[in-house]
Structures are given as C-alpha cells and as structure tokens.
C-alpha cells in the first residue's frame, strides 16, 4: 500500500497545468448551451413566443399545443448543436441531481428513424424512481414518480444532453424534491412582499427573491485520493495527523492561485459560463488547497439550478485536471472546513432591492419592514432554519471556532443595531406629536449616510446583514441551496403577512399609516430582540448568553432535524401550502435516514481502514525495532541503556495497537446493538451517542502511531501531502 502513495507523489511530482488554449471571451460564450427565450424568438413563432412570455410573466399554464411548439424549437436547437438525447433533469432529496437520459430516436412505420420530441415528452416524464430517497411516501408497489416542466429555468445542453429542470412528485402528489417546494415558497414571498410595497407604490407587481452563492471546496490530487479509501467513500479523512504547517501563517487566503488549479477554474468558469452560469469571482481561502468561487446572483430558482449544475460541472472539469473536488463540509481536521454563504435579498420589477436603505425616509420605511422582518423571522424559525442546514458532514463544521456557530442569531452591525434600539425608543404607543413624527422621519431617512460608514463584517455569525442583503453562513458546501431557501422565504414571508395584518388592524383603527407602521415596526423591534447579537459568535459566553435568551444551542444533527416536525413548522409550511404534513414528515425521515447511513459507513470505514492498513504497518515497523533491538542484545551487554528508545517505542506501538483494536471491536459491537433498534430515529440518535465518539478515540490512537512509524511504509498520504500538492 505504501506504494501507492509514493507512486501518487512521483506522479504529482511531474504534474503540468492542463493548458486549454485560447478561448473566446465571456461575453461571446455566456449561455450559449442554455435554450433562453432570446434563442426561442428565433425558433418560435412570434404568437407562439408572445403567448409563452405572457405565461411565463404571469405565471399561467402553458397548454398542450404551445407545449409542443417549445417541444419543437427546443429539439431542432439541440439537434443543430449535435445533442442526441434529452433528459428532465431534477433534485431528488438526496442532494444530488438526477437525470435518466432518452434519445430522441423514434420509429416510422415504415422502419425508417427520425428525430422527435414532443410537448408530451418536454412536459412530463414518468422515471421508474423507486430508489430515490422517498421518506415513506412512497409504496414500491406505486413506486413511479413524475417529473414536470419547470419553464421558469431554461433548458441547457450538457453532454450533447438536453436537460430539462423539472420538479419531481410522487405517484400520489407529494413533493419528493427540493424545487416543488421551493417554486411555492417563493410564490408565497411574493405574494406577501408586493403586498407591503403597495404601502409605497401601487407599481410593484412582482418580487422575487434573489440569491447569490458562495461555493467553498477543496481540490485534492487524483493520485493521492486514490491512495485515500476514507476520502473516496466518505469524502473526507477519518484519520491523518495534522501537518506540521497548514493555516497557522494564513498565507493561503486571497494568495496567488497554483498554477495547476488556475487551469482548472478557467476551465470551469469557461464551461460555467457557456452554460448561463455568471461565474464571478475565485480565490484561495484559509485552508490550503482550499478556494471558492462565486457567481453574480440571480433569481433564486435558477441560482439553486445553477449552484446544483456547478457541483456536478466541478467534479467532471477536475477529473480533466488530475484533481478531486471535495465538498465535504469538513475534508480535514484542524483546518477550516468549507461553507455556502447564502446571499439573500428581494428584488421588485420596479428594480428595487427591498433590503437596501433608499434615498429618503419612505423608501427606507419599507426597508426597515423588510429588515425587521426577516430578523423576527430568524428569531421565530431559528429551529427551522437550523434544521434546514444541518446534515452529518455539516455537523463536524459548524460550531468549530472557523465556521458560523450552531446558534441562530442575526448581526446587524452596530450602526443599525442601534438605530433599531432608538427607533423603539422614539416610538411610543400613544399618539405622536409632528415634530416626534418628523425627528423619526428624518433619523430614518439617514441611513444611507450610517450605512457607507458601516463596514464591519462580522465573520462569526450565521445569518449577518452585509449593507443590502443577508448572507446565510451557515448553509454546508454540499447542501442544496434549496433546502435553506425554502425555510428562509416562508418564515419571512410569514412575517411579511403579519406585518401588514397588525398594521392594516391599526389603520382600521383610525392610526396613521406611518405611525401604524413605525408602531408595528417597534414591536416587532422589541420582540425580536434576542436573536440580535454583535458580538463574538465562538465564544463560550455566548452560548450561555444564548441559552438565557431562550435561543436553541442543540449541536446535534438529528435533535436539531427535529424542528422540522414542531408544532411552528407546521403551522408554517402546511398553512401556506408549501409543505403537507406528510411531505414534512418525510423529509424529516429522509435526512435522519441520510444521516444515519453516513455515520455507519463512516464507522465502517474506520474499522476496515485501521485493521487492514494501519495495524498491519504498526506491526511491520514494531518487527523492524525488534530485530534491531534483537541484534543490540547479541552484541552488547548494556544494550537495555543504548536501545532504551526503541525498547519504549516498541511498548508505544503495542498501547496503541491494542487501543485501536479495543475500541474497533467495541465499536462494531456499539453498531449492532443500535442496528437492532428498530426505530430509525431512536437508531440515529443512538449512533450519534454510541458509535460517533470511536471516530475520533480511535483516530487519536492512528494519528499517533503515524507519527512514530516509518514514513517509508506509512500507507496513506499524510496531511501536508494531501494540502500542499497541487
Ligand atoms: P463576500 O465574500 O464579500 O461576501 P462575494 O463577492 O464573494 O462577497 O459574494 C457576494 C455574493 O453576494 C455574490 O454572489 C453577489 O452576487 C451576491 N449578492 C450581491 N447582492 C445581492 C443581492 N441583492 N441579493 C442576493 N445576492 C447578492
Ligand atoms: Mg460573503
């Protein structure tokens, strides 16, 4: 086995840039494999163009014959382009995207063999999906699924593929994906949103909300992850002591790019770039080999289509690059993991960004509807919000002192913070007089000025607001954005709806509209106001701070995955037609069901891993000690004094071998006893308890014995290989 890793260090050794050549400019190839209604004017009809606009616009069903005049278009543009086949494309629960690809082939009667694709096909297809994740909702005698058309995100080519973003249903309706619920979610943000901007202007028809991701990842060398079990079954190392230097200088974070991976991003943002996706920005962060990359945002739907075609387009372009890339949200102990910032604003059709301070005290009322709101809307679905971000690989990131805590709170800035703080001062319950209402109108009115000052980034919160948006920190490099997405819309949305209810109850009351708004405003100011934190989001006094207010610190994924049965949740996503009971429950089940299998594979890779690569070569180097210490022995009589080092080492060897050998066979015993609970999430809970902690015991005893062994025969790359070959 050692010679596989050094045969992977000789390889890395000669190594080159894998040079593409000249391309031609962003501008020229920007979503030139995406079908985008510019390319359907030229394929279309002009009716058949106008009618699909107009429902697109408005949201309207598209009919059976406008469906098979797109059907048409599409297929006869892709043909052109030399694709073969066609697929609906779509996110199962499994976080990844799936697709089951149909030629257009098509039988004559008369034998011969055209090309077709109709609106039937484009609209619906019916994949026999039975083992994708289904939580239960889903019987294997009734195992079909459906998938439908999603217009709303274009068609693009891949592979000489034609993808189509679908939602995916069940057999009987239910959600079994991200995007249905999502779609809904930002439907009901809608409809909450343009309500409250009519308190401002009548022409807001339309909000949606925007998004703009930040991708973290790792690129590790093929050779070496080859040499690796752990990283290519779990996707990160389940042992591996740390290296001598790894971030401690931070001389990584925004350095110069390795050549090797410059070729790599070119190449990806190339082929992000021809497929629509407006890749923008890519640097080194903290952890060596370590980057990120980050689009201009977009709609939401399409930035978690897109975040979703990234990943996979990111593992096909490495390969090409003798690279890995791992989006593990902890690949290695001890350096920073890797996150997706969630950017999140809205945006009406009227151009105005609802989270960004305006030019005058009116537009910066509503702003500070849209702000209050969506921290009251954090404060009330924190739990939810947590539960929509946890996942097993996300578990070992969170909470550590380089990523945002597991507690839910919101950074404003101090500028702001304070702002909200005199606000409820200024305001009282009582009539006010024109001069308070004016003082008010004005100090609103400044928040432009305050915020170009206000340049503070708070590095250590989960959900900060960033000057016009929020950024939701604590979203794993893995997940679907759609997860997070869904919560954050339908809690704010929820907010928005009371807002305008308690405010419209004022107004009916004989209140001001401006005095009704700053009084709802202030309530929810005061209410909210736990969630509210400045400070420093790793430090041990603000998860007791956080505790007193009453704020969830449960760092555990399956009673954190929990809050997606309360009560609230409910209430939340089954009212407002987002989510039904069932589907809740579902998905509840299918995270926990994630979870659990990914601890036990773990487990099970530890175990194979330290009996058949690790106590082996303990035991090879121990006999290399032995027959030196042997051969001491027969040449000199004090050879207990000359070979007091190895005779030590030898004993060390020993502890550590009998260590991990223990706590191996008391861990698979913990497994067994928790495999016969028959209850998934009693089972879960009790890997979390039982068999998690071996993880890191047993690795303790390798990571050790890596260090005393010979380098020569340690079988798997070692820390400084796997962060600083490139
Ligand atoms: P930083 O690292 O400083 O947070 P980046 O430039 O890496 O900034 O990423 C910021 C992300 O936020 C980009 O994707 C950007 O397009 C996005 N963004 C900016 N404004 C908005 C907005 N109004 N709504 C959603 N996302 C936004
Ligand atoms: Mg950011």
Request: proline content about 4%; some cysteine; aromatic content about 8%.
């Amino acid at each position: 086995m050692a010679k596989f890793r050094f045969l992977a260090l000789q390889e890395i050794a000669r190594r080159k840039p894998v040079e593409c050549g000249e391309r031609p400019r962003c501008s020229v190839v920007f979503g030139e494999n995406v079908f985008s209604m510019d390319k359907m004017r030229h394929y279309l009809s002009i009716e058949a163009y106008k009618k699909l606009e107009k429902a697109m616009s408005e949201g309207l069903a598209i009919d059976r014959g406008l469906a098979d005049q797109v059907a048409a278009a599409m297929k006869a543009w892709a043909v052109e382009r030399g694709v073969t086949h066609y697929t609906h494309w779509f996110h199962p629960l499994n976080g990844a995207t799936a697709e089951k690809h149909d030629s257009f082939i098509d039988l004559l009667p008369d034998g011969d063999v055209i090309e077709s694709f109709d609106g039937r096909l484009l609209v619906q297809q019916e994949p026999d999906a039975s083992s994708f994740p289904n939580g239960g909702i889903r019987n294997t005698f009734e195992a079909r699924g459906y998938t439908a058309w999603d217009p709303a995100s274009p068609a693009f080519i891949n592979n000489r593929t034609l993808c189509i973003p679908t939602i995916f249903v069940a057999y009987t309706g239910e959600a079994l994906d991200f995007k249905t619920p999502m779609l809904k979610s930002l439907a009901m943000i809608d409809r909450a949103a343009v309500d409250i901007c009519q308190y401002f202007d009548k022409d807001v028809q339309r909000v949606i909300a925007t998004l703009g991701w930040e991708q973290e990842y790792f690129l590790v060398d093929e050779a070496l992850y080859n040499a690796r079990p752990d990283l290519k079954l779990c996707g990160r190392t389940l042992m591996g002591h740390s290296s001598a230097k790894d971030q401690q200088l931070e001389d990584q974070y925004f350095g110069s790019i390795p050549a090797r991976v410059t070729a790599f991003m070119e190449e990806l943002e190339y082929e992000c770039h021809c497929l629509g996706i407006p890749i923008k920005t890519r640097h080194n962060e903290v952890a060596p080999n370590q980057f990120e990359c980050a689009p201009i945002f977009e709609e939401a739907n399409l930035a978690v289509d897109h975040n979703q075609l990234l990943m996979s387009t990111m593992k096909k372009v490495a390969r090409r690059h003798n690279f890995r890339v791992l989006l593990h949200e902890k690949p290695y102990k001890g350096v920073n993991g890797s996150g997706k910032h969630n950017n999140w604003s809205l945006l009406t059709n009227t151009g105005v960004n609802l989270l960004s301070p305006g030019k005058n005290p009116k537009s910066n009322m509503q702003f500070l509807i849209f702000l209050v709101s969506t921290i009251k809307a954090v404060y009330e679905h924190g739990d939810l919000l947590k539960a929509s971000i946890v996942s097993q690989g996300n578990e070992a990131r969170l909470g550590g002192d380089e990523a945002p805590p597991v507690i839910m709170s919101v950074f404003l800035g101090n500028y702001l913070s304070g702002m909200l703080d005199e606000l409820v001062e200024k305001v009282s319950d009582r009539k006010m007089s024109p001069d308070e209402k004016t003082e008010l109108k004005l100090n609103v009115g400044k928040i432009p000025e305050i915020m170009l000052d206000n340049t503070d980034r708070n590095r250590t919160s989960p959900f900060a607001f960033t000057g016009n948006r929020f950024e939701f920190r604590a979203v794993g490099s893995s997940a679907n954005c759609g997860g997070p997405m869904i919560a954050l819309n339908a809690a704010v949305a929820e907010q928005l709806i009371a807002f305008k209810r308690e405010t419209d109850a004022l107004i009916e009351k004989g209140v001001k509209k401006d005095e009704a708004i700053f009084q709802i405003l202030r309530k929810y100011i005061i209410e909210s106001k736990p969630v509210r934190f400045e400070g420093n989001g790793y430090s041990k006094e603000w998860r007791e701070e956080a505790a007193r207010r009453g704020l969830s610190t449960v760092v555990d994924c399956i009673p954190a995955l929990k809050a997606y049965c309360s009560e609230k949740a409910k209430r939340l996503f089954v009212d407002n037609g987002i989510l039904s009971e069932r589907e809740l429950e579902a998905r509840f089940e299918i995270k926990n069901e994630i979870y659990l299998k990914k601890l036990q594979i773990e487990s099970r890779v530890l175990g194979d891993l330290v009996l058949n690569h690790i106590i082996p070569t303990a035991i090879t180097y121990q006999n290399t000690l032995l027959t030196n210490v042997t051969a001491l022995k027969n040449i000199l009589p004090d050879y207990e004094s000359v070979a007091d080092v190895q005779i030590e080492a030898i004993r060390t060897i020993s502890y550590h071998i009998r260590e991990i050998q223990t706590m191996v066979s008391d861990m698979t015993e913990a497994r067994k006893q928790a495999n016969a609970i028959a209850d998934e999430v009693a089972r879960a809970e009790e890997y979390t308890e039982k068999v998690r902690p071996y993880l890191e015991k047993i690795r303790y005893h390798v990571d050790k014995l890596e260090l005393l062994v010979d380098d020569e025969i340690w079988p798997l790359p070692k820390y400084r290989e796997l962060l600083f070959s490139r």
